[in-house]
């Protein structure tokens, strides 16, 4: 296994346990961001930020969800709320009722370091100087123009290396273009990371100030695709989780949004759906419409075979299935599309191979399980893609097979899925630990012989050198002394054949027999 693949999965493990409880969830029965409660609640704990600052309040759930995990992590921070909480398209138009319930709650809890700036966010940008925010959150009007206009204008107040979050990345109907402007975000800026549940998050970096980060961070930006997707599905799971243990207590949707203790985890009869809609949307020229939906209400914890009739030239695009208006386990035993009027099948998946494979979107996922296709619907926007029926020109009979489960078993069978899989991963990741362990032993032995045989390298390179100088100075020495012998010689020849050398030759020669006799009378 590769070491980005063992970096990946031990990284995933140090993953929060799901022990977070929102203060503050679904207030006013709104509960766009409660799916990612619990992962801002981590990214907080792990950037431990000294600013942040939120675009956008409204009721407040990001915002006290942000301050929540400041006052449990007990870190020195200050947050900054900017709204003019009158009210937009998107959001709604309402009173000032909205702004003195925030006011109040603010007062209750965090009114040590929080602040309501009650201004627009150009008014507001500021009050801020460059460089100092460490958590940016932009959830204001939803247009692509708007939302560029925030993003730019507020990215200078963010330090190098800061976070920005933006909201609804995932929202493509209406007038929403946060999706394109997120687009443009993840060409331009390196470290981007989306969820895409609960209308979607956007998540990045700004360039600068590297050095070590969070673990949270290097999974988020640096792992592989398939380790993303498990922090995904992570996140996921939680949602479901608080959905149906938080969510579903009593008194919680009230608009002033009571405390939820631990003790008040646990699911109440009244608090189960007994039953709930099956939608089928269609797909036209301006995406997916109520105009073009048909709606079934069926009973929860039976199985239902459905029928829904489409005349001919309703839509031009896929077929869109919301199997449920609430958080439970969605079962599918067949689906199949065929013509009404001629009864051919045009379509069709009934083995659970088949329906697994089926692109899902919104607040829905996948649980895996061998011989069935369970589906977690984790909060009120679940949605099915199904394959484009090509001729357009016929009316449509879909049928449909499925089975929805709010109980506690069914909710516990999601939560043990995710357990499941996290003992998996602790199992994998031991035996990954021992393989990266000996790897790096074995590296560290080849460094050794490596360095080694540099070493005596080095040595040979420097013998070689000591040798090829000794050998230049010999020949130096050579071509010295040849020269010395050359000069003699030719001063010898030239004395030979000089004129002196031939009229002194009889007295040298008289010379050397006289020297010759005085050796051999010598006395011995």
Not at 247 to 266: C, F, L, M, Y
Not at 275 to 292: C, K, M, N, P
Not at 399 to 406: A, G, H, N, P, Q
């Amino acid at each position: 296994m590769h070491s980005t693949e063992i970096k990946d999965n031990v990284g995933i493990l140090s993953l929060p346990l799901p022990t977070f409880v929102p203060r503050r969830y679904r207030p006013a029965n709104r509960g766009s961001w409660s799916g990612h409660l619990a992962f801002a609640y981590d990214l907080i704990g792990a950037i431990q930020p000294k600013i942040i600052v939120e675009l956008g309040t409204h009721w407040g759930e990001s915002y006290f969800g942000f301050c929540q995990s400041i006052a449990e992590h007990g870190l020195t921070c200050l947050c900054y709320a900017v709204d003019h909480w009158l009210g937009d398209e998107h959001a709604g138009q309402y009173g000032e009722e909205v702004y003195e319930n925030v006011h109040q709650y603010n007062e209750t809890y965090y009114r040590d370091f929080s602040y309501l700036l009650r201004t627009s966010f150009d008014d507001a940008v500021s009050q801020f100087h460059d460089n100092t925010i460490d958590l940016l959150h932009i959830d204001g009007f939803h247009t692509y123009e708007v939302g560029s206009h925030d993003f730019q204008t507020w990215l200078p107040k963010v330090r190098p290396g800061g976070i920005v979050l933006l909201h609804d990345v995932a929202t493509r109907e209406k007038d929403f273009g946060i999706w394109q402007l997120w687009e443009e975000i993840k060409a331009e800026f390196p470290e981007t990371f989306e969820f895409h549940h609960s209308w979607g998050l956007g998540v990045v970096r700004k360039p600068g100030l590297e050095g070590v980060r969070p673990e949270l961070l290097e999974i988020l930006f640096n792992s592989s695709p398939s380790a993303q997707e498990h922090v995904r599905r992570f996140y996921i799971l939680y949602a479901a989780y608080l959905e149906n243990s938080v969510g579903r207590a009593e008194g919680v949707h009230a608009a002033d949004t009571p405390v939820i203790s631990a003790q008040a985890h646990g699911l109440t009869a009244s608090g189960l759906h007994s039953q709930t809609q099956v939608q089928l949307y269609a797909f036209g020229l301006d995406g997916y419409s109520e105009s073009r939906s048909f709606t079934q209400t069926v009973d929860t914890g039976e199985w239902r075979k459905l029928t829904f009739e489409f005349p001919q030239g309703i839509g031009t695009g896929r077929l869109r299935l919301d199997p449920a208006g609430c958080s439970c386990v969605v079962e599918l035993g067949a689906i199949s599309i065929a013509s009404k009027e001629s009864g051919t099948l045009l379509w069709s998946a009934t083995a659970p191979s088949a329906l697994c494979q089926l692109d899902l979107s919104g607040t829905l996922m996948l649980l895996p399980q061998e011989d069935k296709c369970l589906l977690l619907s984790y909060g009120d926007d679940p949605q099915i893609i199904l394959p484009v029926i090509e001729d357009n020109s016929i009316a449509l009979m879909v049928e449909i097979s499925l089975k929805l489960d709010v109980g506690t078993d069914a909710m516990e069978l999601a939560v043990k899925t995710m357990q499941t899989a996290r003992l998996t991963a602790e199992l994998q990741a031991a035996n990954l630990r021992a393989e990266l362990h000996a790897a790096q032993a074995e590296r560290m032995l080849v460094a050794a012989e490596l360095a080694r045989v540099a070493s005596e390298k080095n040595e040979a390179r420097r013998e070689l050198r000591r040798s090829e100088q000794a050998y230049s100075r010999a020949i130096e020495e050579l071509t010295s002394v040849r020269g010395s012998l050359e000069l003699e010689q030719g001063i010898r020849s030239g004395m030979e054949h000089s004129r002196s050398w031939q009229i002194t030759k009889p007295m040298r020669g008289l010379m050397f027999a006289l020297r010759g006799k005085r050796e051999t009378e010598a006395p011995r």
